[in-house]
């Protein structure tokens, strides 16, 4: 890799989830048998893990822990490739998610913070951005106050060579107003899943939400998610398009985003067009919803298996390029 080789720098959270698969959420009070566990590194370290896997190096410029938790979150960093800049925080462990993902793959999350909620300013101090690089910004380091503070101030004095990737995440209604309107306006893409384009705008369908979205952005660049339907394109403030999803048996949604998201930042580094771009996203999700677990987004050989000539023949792209 050359010095000048783009990075996906992520200053998101990596967490440890505790995925429990399970007929159907209990009812309150109630309880009911797992049919089966796992346990592995998630949240940041999917969308890392799947662009990594597609060909765009990967930098973890987040917190991590001391402790059981953090020493899986090192491993799973290690076994990708990705490397972690700042040293373990001491006396504070990695923190952990517990899934419950359903019969139908549907997941639901509890999230506990752990080290990765204590990020500061002299942890972004010590990742020397570059000109070229892709900065990933998570929407649940919003939440947490030292996270909000060091990142709030850091990504306005980012150059405008560097491109930034924020995803809003499901808990936009708790984030603080400044700090979200502050990251959406530097924004070069904006990622999100319709339901919280819809929490964003206040308005349902994907392609006005998205229209929305652009318009509060400086940049306007957009693609919201909307699972087996494929997701919605905003291209520099163009008119939103709806990008075909592909058909599949899901058997676990858990991280599908994120495997979309890596996947598309991979591809539009590699050269593709935002259209392109999606369609290779959405191949990707629609391939890590058909394995277990929260990191499966697929390599880029899989994905060219199931693409095929798409780019070229399929409607997906020549309903949009007329």
Not at 125 to 145: E, I, K, N, Q, T
Not at 244 to 259: L, R
Request: glycine share 12%; net charge neutral.
């Amino acid at each position: 890799m050359s010095l000048t080789a783009p990075r996906l720098v992520h200053v998101g959270n990596v967490v440890i989830d505790l995925v429990l698969n399970i007929p159907q959420l209990p009812q309150t009070g109630g309880d009911v048998l797992a049919t089966g566990s796992l346990m592995s590194a998630g949240g940041g370290f999917n969308v890392m893990a799947a662009a990594v896997r597609q060909g765009l190096p990967a930098v973890y410029g987040g917190v991590l822990g001391t402790g059981p938790f953090a020493d899986l979150a090192k491993q799973a960093l290690a076994a990708e490739g990705i490397p972690a800049v700042s040293p373990p925080e001491p006396g504070r462990d990695t923190g952990f998610v517990v899934c419950m993902v359903d019969a139908a793959g549907e997941r639901t999350f509890v999230t506990t913070p752990g080290a990765e909620a204590t990020l500061r300013p002299r942890h972004l101090a010590a990742l020397a951005v570059r000109p070229g690089d892709w900065v990933y910004v998570s929407g649940y380091s919003l939440l947490y106050p030292s996270n909000c503070a060091a990142i709030g101030g850091w990504i306005p004095t980012l150059p405008a060579a560097v491109q930034v990737v924020f995803d809003p995440g499901p808990l936009v209604q708790e984030m603080p107003a400044q700090a979200l309107e502050s990251v959406l306006h530097r924004a070069d893409w904006v990622t999100c899943s319709a339901r919280e384009a819809g929490l964003l705008t206040g308005v349902r369908q994907p392609e006005a939400a998205a229209a929305l979205l652009a318009a509060r952005t400086t940049r306007g660049n957009i693609i919201v998610r909307d699972g087996a339907n494929g997701c919605v394109v905003v291209a520099a403030g163009g008119p939103p398009n709806r990008i075909d999803g592909f058909a599949v048996h899901a058997v676990d949604t858990n991280g599908a985003g994120d495997a979309h998201t890596g996947a598309f930042l991979a591809a539009l580094v590699c050269g593709k067009t935002p259209t392109e771009a999606a369609v290779w996203a959405n191949a990707s999700a629609a391939l890590a919803v058909t394995r277990r677990g929260p990191a499966t987004g697929p390599s880029a050989k899989d994905v060219e298996k199931m693409v095929g000539g798409i780019l070229k023949l399929d409607k997906r792209l020549n309903r949009l390029d007329e």
